[in-house]
């Protein structure tokens, strides 16, 4: 047997896949988006809050940019869509707020009302052992 016949031809995969863009990818017409830019110090003071709070948190920004305002009435249903149930979501913000990340009224049966508030300085944070460069 020859195993010469066997051989694949030096044809490379990537010869056939379209070339990258250098550019991150764009939402598409009709399609949902996070709009920024959302303050970096921000998403770091949510990221190190447990549970669901920086789902619950870029939910917020989503609603904020949505609207071009920091005041949002947060809803169940976008938070459902991002795998947050109600409880979770109430925690989350008792946590952001607790955190001085946003501002929440409550009022019974309806969706609590969020203003997002200035991420306080990074050297202010309780706990923060490791600065973040980039």
């Known amino acids: 047997m020859n195993l ?17 863009s250098p550019l991150p990818p764009k939402h598409k017409k009709g399609e949902k988006f996070l709009r920024g830019p959302i303050p970096l110090n921000w998403i770091i003071n949510a990221s190190k809050l447990p549970g669901m709070a920086l789902h619950v948190g870029i939910a917020l920004w989503h609603l904020a940019g949505f609207k071009n305002c920091k005041i949002v009435k947060l809803s169940g249903k976008l938070l459902r869509g991002m795998g947050v149930n109600r409880h979770a979501s109430y925690r989350a913000l008792k946590k952001m707020e607790d ?8 009022h019974l049966g309806r969706n609590p009302v969020v203003t997002i508030l200035e991420a306080p300085r990074e050297d202010t944070i309780k706990g923060d052992e490791e600065r ?3």
């Open 4 to 20: 010469n016949s066997l051989k694949l031809p030096n044809t490379s995969v990537k010869q056939n896949l379209p070339k990258p």
């Open 99 to 106: 955190a001085n990340l946003i501002a929440v009224k409550r």
């Open 132 to 134: 973040i460069e980039l």
